[in-house]
């Protein structure tokens, strides 16, 4: 049975950092593409940023140069480090994987295996 499960978030002021992170069972991660989304309240779900199977990385222009997306292949873990957070960064956050696929999209019907989310907060 495939898991996801984040952690990490939390309350930063503008400008401050966090560093979502993304537990996975069930499968060997880093086999297969993986992928931050994002959603705010009354807004819909979007990417954040994805990470291959070849590691090639992806982001939203909005957060480019500020998050890093990484993982930890013996600890089958995903990482997110938020840098420089912004109020417009508040969401709920979430990671995702889809089922047997090394490339990524930025579309969320790509993606079959879900988390519960972590929320984000950042106040200015």
């Known amino acids: 049975q495939v898991q996801l499960v984040e952690s990490g978030g939390g309350s930063v002021q503008a400008g401050g950092s966090l560093r979502l992170s993304c537990s996975v069972s069930?499968?060997?991660?880093?086999?297969?593409?993986q992928a931050w989304f994002r959603q705010a309240p009354g807004k819909e779900r979007e990417w954040v940023a994805t990470?291959?199977?070849?590691?090639?990385?992806g982001y939203r222009d909005a957060v480019k140069g500020r998050f890093t997306i990484s993982r930890d292949n013996a600890k089958n873990t995903l990482y997110l480090q938020m840098n420089s957070l912004q109020p417009e960064d508040t969401a709920m956050y979430y990671c995702?994987?889809?089922?047997?696929?090394?490339?990524?999209?930025?579309?969320?019907?790509?993606?079959?295996?879900w988390g519960q989310g972590t929320q984000v907060t950042v106040s200015s």
């Open positions: 995702a994987a889809p089922r047997g696929a090394g490339y990524c999209s930025v579309s969320s019907t790509h993606y079959n295996y």
């Open positions: 990470i291959d199977r070849t590691d090639n990385t």
């Open positions: 069930g499968y060997t991660a880093s086999n297969y593409c």
